[in-house]
């Protein structure tokens, strides 16, 4: 009993310790501390301990230090739920790629320390990390049997829902995508209002910034149509199951929060408040949606 006690404190340390990864990722890409610690890394301008401290070297020093922190909280997460809830199907694939993804995004942030990386691959970083974040999140979940508690076994879902379930979490990811693209090609400001790039006219991208710019809009706007659809079909057909039915409404009030914050930061020149927030919202929203499949893998299909 006490044991799983501990295990449980660890896996919210961890989870929590994944989001400040991401927010800690934004933070240096938003205010460009990428190169705060020069060409070197593991060290910080060849110190292991940097003497002459700027915001930058603070910014993307402490950004190391907790991702090696974390990292090894989720190693010792992973092998620990591993042997205990080994018996549980989903747990030793979410171990897995808590640590892999993990590692991955690691090595990606040090080659564009000491080699330099093209937008279009650094734009996949956040991305990684995300995908880490949602399997921690959901290892977490198991860990608390939230699973049981909403007897995710007795659920039905309809073909319909699942389509969308699945279609909205892979499409998901690549609003993420764009949406990193846009920080990384320096494309945050390319148009200066909202939601056209010049609202005195009604004409296509002139370049390959407000072609990046526009086209996250767009799928952006896309996802927010899509979710209020699936949000709509969950409270017409499954109020009866409220994991389902609260799990899409919360969804679609995610997304909406995100997209008025991605509003904000056009219309607030890059505030960097809510900048963090528009991360921290997208990544509450796909490990939502990661659990989400979660249920569908365990829910029996409806027979209409």
Not at 102 to 121: H, K, M, R, S, T
Not at 133 to 150: C, N
Request: with cysteine; proline share 1%.
């Amino acid at each position: 009993m006490q044991q799983g006690k501990y295990i449980k404190w660890f896996a919210v340390a961890a989870t929590i310790g994944m989001l400040l990864i991401l927010l800690g990722g934004a933070l240096v890409t938003k205010t460009e501390s990428g190169m705060g610690c020069g060409r070197s890394w593991p060290s910080c301008n060849g110190e292991l301990i940097p003497e002459k401290i700027t915001a930058e070297v603070l910014i993307e020093f402490s950004h190391r230090l907790v991702t090696g922190a974390v990292g090894i909280l989720i190693v010792v997460l992973s092998v620990w739920a591993w042997r205990k809830y080994g018996h549980i199907r989903e747990t030793k694939f979410l171990a897995v790629m808590a640590v892999f993804f993990l590692v991955l995004q690691a090595l990606i942030g040090a080659a564009q320390v000491l080699w330099g990386q093209g937008d279009f691959i650094l734009a996949l970083h956040f991305g990684i990390s995300l995908i880490s974040f949602a399997s921690v999140l959901l290892l977490t979940l198991l860990i608390f049997e939230v699973d049981r508690k909403f007897d995710a076994d007795r659920l039905v879902i309809g073909r319909k829902l699942r389509i969308h379930t699945i279609g909205v979490t892979l499409y998901s990811y690549i609003v993420v995508y764009t949406g990193a693209l846009v920080r990384h090609t320096d494309s945050s400001l390319i148009c200066s209002d909202w939601p056209l790039c010049r609202n005195d006219q009604f004409a296509l991208p002139n370049n390959m910034y407000e072609w990046v710019q526009m086209g996250h809009r767009f799928a952006a706007s896309m996802i927010v149509l899509w979710l209020g659809y699936i949000a709509w079909h969950a409270f017409k057909n499954y109020k009866e199951q409220r994991v389902i039915y609260w799990g899409w409404i919360i969804a679609f009030i995610i997304v909406v929060l995100q997209a008025t914050t991605g509003m904000l930061v056009v219309l607030t020149k890059l505030n960097l408040a809510v900048a963090l927030l528009h991360s921290l919202l997208i990544s509450l929203l796909f490990g939502l949606l990661c659990y989400m499949i979660l249920l569908v893998s365990r829910s029996r299909a409806k027979a209409k």
